[in-house]
């Protein structure tokens, strides 16, 4: 029975740190991976027009943050099955049980200390998923080695 | 101006021609479309005419008559003329007791109805055959709207299509001009940059369009080439130093010793410094040779495919000899599952010497604290990532550690002469690989290399 993961992103290296952590929690486990990122969207009609969540995604994923998932997807390419990046563009914990039912998600995993950093009109849905009362793990990973500010894929490796 | 002059020339020349096409189009047709319909409108009349001579009685006439005069607009000069004609002979003498052009009426005899014009006057006319003989039915008139429409409407199309060409020219000379002002700028501004005034840079412009990215592009050349400026100038004052301290050294030993006579031990003591300094120099002229060669050989080297996990194990080894002290932890954990997925074309002694330098820089400037190795690969290129605890890399000195000979500020207080970290550069850089370098200062460096995936 493969398994369905969500993963809550802010499409920075360091946010899939989760992922690598759930990974290691899942065990060789057969699981297909939604990593969701949170958006408001817009109200200008002209623009949920022209909205197209797949360029939304490639305008949002760095090279770094790509490379990152590939990296990630190597490492356990037996037990992974898919890795898909979803746009939850809800505002309440009804919209986000949605979401979780429509993808039939079996399982959440959400980052213990690291906050998620949004870009521009996206938001941190970790309060939601915690109020919406369905199963989640959380993963811890130790940020003490040095960083700079910047967005890179060496924040993978810690 | 060049440029200008060209452009404004082909807008001019494009669209005169093709105002031209538009307005002679305009002027043919309509002119056509006139002439077909004032004959109708003759046609008309001689037909009503006809009716009312031959084919009804006094009293059908004269509502004929009332009709058309109430209902049929009077043309310009029209006049009716029902002319009997008893033989073809006669129609020349009809011809000129009436003023009608006589091939008129020679037509109409031949075909039955004609029409034609003579000056500014149309004609239609038509045979009209009785027992008796046979009549001309025949109505002139002058076209009103052809002398004076057409005239007009001719005066409009050449007026408004020489107006408007003179505003295209004015508008073509203007955006030309908006168009190539920023360029000349830029190029005037490029010009007077020189090796004098090389920080100078071109002005920022607001707006987003390729003269900004030209601007860019320019801006980021300049930054380029200041740096290999810089480079040159730092490589020779670095080199004439680090040439400069074992000669001073040696100059000195043996200027001491030459100062009176010395016992053998002494000179022997003093032979062995300058042999140790001479070492040290021959050192140093071997490795700025070979950093030269691997510049210029790039193609003489063997390659084979070689598994990156190997190498980094072959490395750890090897620096397990060289710093017996160090804490090097290697790290697999993103190793990926498919081994392919870790080979590399290179020279492996190359990338070895690579590899062991940046994890010599690692040992010795975090004095022998962990050192963390960890390797992983993308679907196209492996990552080694390699991160120490040591003392950094100043921020305003990172454009400068790929020089040959350059050390950082911090660094005095450790041994080493700056040939290393180029060498691994230009080793990388054979390979079609990546070294980048990120620090913070005081807390340590992360050194990154990614190398393309072998294509089995």
């Not at chain 2, 412009?205 to 380029?224: A, H, S």
């Not at chain 2, 040939?419 to 050194?447: A, D, F, Y």
């Amino acid at each position: 029975m493969e398994k369905k993961i969500l993963i809550p992103i802010d499409f920075r290296v360091e946010s899939l740190n989760t992922l690598k952590y759930a990974l290691d929690d899942l065990k060789q486990e057969k699981s297909n991976i939604i990593l969701m990122y949170s958006e408001y969207i817009s109200d200008s009609i002209t623009e949920l027009l022209f909205y197209d969540p797949a360029k939304k995604i490639r305008e949002l994923a760095s090279s770094d943050f790509n490379d990152a998932i590939a990296i990630i997807n190597n490492t356990h390419e037996s037990s992974l099955h898919t890795i898909k990046i979803e746009l939850f563009n809800g505002l309440n914990k009804n919209a986000f049980l949605n979401f979780y039912e429509a993808h039939a998600i079996d399982l959440i995993y959400l980052p213990k200390d690291y906050c998620l950093k949004p870009h521009k009109n996206g938001f941190d849905p970790t309060p939601l998923i915690k109020k919406s009362k369905v199963e989640y793990k959380e993963v811890a990973w130790a940020s003490d080695l040095p960083t700079t500010n910047k967005d890179e894929l060496t924040q993978l490796f810690k | 101006m060049s440029s200008i002059r060209k452009i404004t020339i082909l807008l001019i020349i494009s669209i005169s021609l093709i105002l031209f096409f538009l307005g002679s189009s305009v002027y043919y047709f309509l002119s056509n479309y006139s002439y077909a319909d004032f004959y109708k409108r003759l046609e008309v009349s001689v037909s009503v005419a006809e009716k009312r001579h031959f084919e009804s009685n006094q009293k059908d006439a004269q509502v004929l008559k009332n009709i058309r005069e109430e209902h049929l607009e009077l043309l310009s000069d029209e006049k009716e003329y029902i002319l009997y004609c008893p033989s073809e002979t006669a129609i020349k003498q009809i011809a000129e007791t009436n003023s009608i052009p006589i091939n008129l009426l020679n037509l109409v005899y031949t075909q039955k109805f004609a029409n034609f014009q003579k000056d500014d006057i149309f004609y239609y006319g038509k045979k009209r055959e009785t027992p008796k003989g046979f009549y001309f039915v025949i109505v002139s008139a002058k076209n009103y709207y052809n002398s004076h429409h057409l005239i007009l409407l001719r005066k409009v199309l050449l007026v408004g299509g020489f107006i408007s060409i003179l505003i295209i020219i004015y508008l073509t000379y203007l955006f030309s001009k908006r168009f190539f002002d920023p360029i000349d700028k830029i190029i005037t501004k490029v010009n007077s940059i020189s090796t004098d005034n090389i920080h100078l840079r071109l002005d920022d412009i607001k707006n987003t369009d390729e003269i900004k990215r030209l601007t860019t592009t320019f801006n980021n050349l300049l930054n380029r080439i200041e740096i290999a400026f810089e480079t040159n100038k730092n490589f020779i004052s670095n080199a004439s130093h680090e040439f400069g301290t074992p000669l001073t050294a040696i100059i000195g030993e043996a200027d001491v010793a030459l100062l009176k006579d010395r016992t053998p031990v002494e000179y022997k003591e003093a032979l062995q410094k300058i042999l140790k300094q001479s070492e040290r120099l021959n050192k140093i002229s071997q490795s700025l040779l070979f950093l030269a060669q691997i510049g210029y050989k790039e193609n003489k080297f063997n390659y084979s495919i070689i598994r990156t996990d190997e190498l980094i194990l072959q490395a750890n080894e090897i620096m397990n000899q060289l710093i017996p002290k160090n804490n090097i932890k290697i790290d697999f954990e993103l190793l990926p599952e498919n081994p392919k997925k870790l080979k590399v074309m290179g020279n492996k002694d190359l990338l070895m010497l690579a590899i062991t330098n940046i994890l010599t820089n690692a040992c010795k400037y975090s004095s022998n604290k962990p050192v963390i190795v960890s390797l992983a690969s993308t679907n196209n290129e492996i990552v080694l990532i390699i991160k120490d605890q040591g003392i950094g890399i100043p921020e305003s000195e990172l454009p400068f550690i790929f020089d040959p000979f350059f050390r950082a500020s911090n660094t005095a207080a450790y041994d080493g002469y700056g040939i290393g970290l180029p060498l691994s550069q230009n080793i990388i850089k054979i390979h079609k690989g990546e070294l980048m370098i990120n620090s913070v200062l005081h807390k340590g460096v992360t050194v990154q290399v990614k190398l393309p995936i072998a294509i089995l």
